[in-house]
């Protein structure tokens, strides 16, 4: 039987589509009470769900490639929205009593204790299982390694790297501070931030770290990042921004309301992606890869439906949608043309399911 074609011809031009996709991100934060509030105007005015977190006790939220939200209870319970918070779908429970940290990447999700338990779910199996321990008893955050793996920082300031396959683990630095609150992966540094908002960064992957600025504000709960920008937010929902990589900060607006717990948004993708594929949705090649431009992709689907191809940079940040449309059961295949030297995650999804291959154009 002859493939289906998905497309024939896909060209490409990455020049401006960057900003536009970031330009449009929103900000969310989320209460001790359960209570969750989006901006999509960088923190100036919000916006509350009338729909409550699935868990009054929810600790940590992070979102996907997909933009879809994730958030984590210290009991362990892990719910998915793919509408902002206006309905919730449990993605199953780790029985631990310490849950501290969430993070997504496409066909994975990872959560860390603060005991230090280091947790991943397939998206193929949907089954949580223990990777091992960091090693420490006070893990506070969970942010990628900006060449892979991720960083996992501790109230006491101290910096673990952590691989999952195989599961090992490093430490390589500390903070110099005992009130670690957030911290995040910008390009090529990494930032963290502490409960009375100092800011340091680290320009060698958390291995050194430099004071940058001071926030100044009431106690800081969360920090995240839209683009090159950085937003952060205090227990009292004052939201600031840094646009100089964190050494000074502007007032962006309140959230008005008491108790804020975190900030995320929605353009935070993954700086960790990682080539995967499922039973449902199954990349066979690109041919060829790498490539002076021209290539094909080969996909395998156990259903037909709606579907799209994304791409992604190697910071994980999304460039352009490739591809909308219908996916057929069976074969499918994609030619493409992309005329911009360099490295790419390639995403398929549809149903739920997700595959990822990586793209090299020399």
Not at 36 to 44: I, V
Not at 132 to 153: E, I, K, Q, R
Not at 282 to 296: A, D, K, L, M
Request: hydrophobic share 40%; aromatic share 10%; with cysteine.
């Amino acid at each position: 039987m002859k493939p289906h074609y998905a497309s024939s011809m896909l060209r490409v031009s990455l020049f401006l589509f960057l900003l536009v996709s970031l330009s449009s991100a929103a900000l969310i934060v989320f209460t001790d009470t359960g209570r969750l509030a989006r901006s999509t105007d960088n923190g100036a005015t919000w916006a509350w769900i009338d729909t409550p977190l699935p868990s009054s006790e929810s600790v940590d939220m992070t979102t996907s490639p997909s933009h879809d939200l994730y958030v984590v209870s210290k009991t362990g319970e892990v719910h998915r929205s793919v509408n902002y918070g206006s309905t919730w779908e449990s993605r199953g429970n780790i029985p631990v009593p310490d849950a501290c940290a969430i993070w997504k990447i496409t066909g994975l999700d990872f959560v860390i204790t603060q005991s230090g338990d280091f947790y991943k779910r397939s998206d193929a199996t949907g089954d949580w299982s223990l990777l091992g321990n960091v090693g420490a008893s006070d893990c506070a955050d969970l942010v990628p390694h900006p060449t892979g793996g991720f960083l996992t920082f501790t109230r006491s300031g101290d910096v673990w790297r952590v691989t999952t396959e195989p599961f090992t683990k490093s430490l390589i630095g500390n903070v110099n501070s005992s009130t670690i609150a957030s911290a995040v992966t910008l390009n090529s540094s990494v930032l963290a931030v502490t409960d009375e908002g100092d800011v340091a960064r680290s320009m060698d992957n958390g291995a050194h770290w430099l004071w940058r600025g001071t926030v100044s504000q009431l106690t800081v709960t969360g920090m995240t990042s839209k683009g090159t920008v950085l937003y952060l937010t205090t227990d009292a929902g004052e939201v600031m921004r840094s646009t100089d990589q964190g050494s000074n900060w502007l007032w962006c607006g309140t959230a008005s309301q008491v108790g804020i717990l975190g900030i995320t948004s929605d353009s935070v993708s993954v700086i960790s992606v990682e080539e995967y594929s499922s039973r449902l949705l199954e990349i066979f090649g690109v041919y060829p890869n790498p490539s002076h431009g021209r290539f094909t992709i080969y996909f395998r689907a156990s259903f037909s439906g709606s579907g799209s191809m994304r791409l992604f940079d190697v910071l994980g940040r999304e460039v352009d949608v490739l591809w909308q449309g219908t996916i057929f059961q069976g074969m499918n295949t994609v030619e493409a043309i992309k005329d911009i030297r360099g490295v790419y995650f390639l995403i398929i999804e549809a149903h739920e399911a997700s595959a990822v291959k990586k793209v090299i154009v020399d």
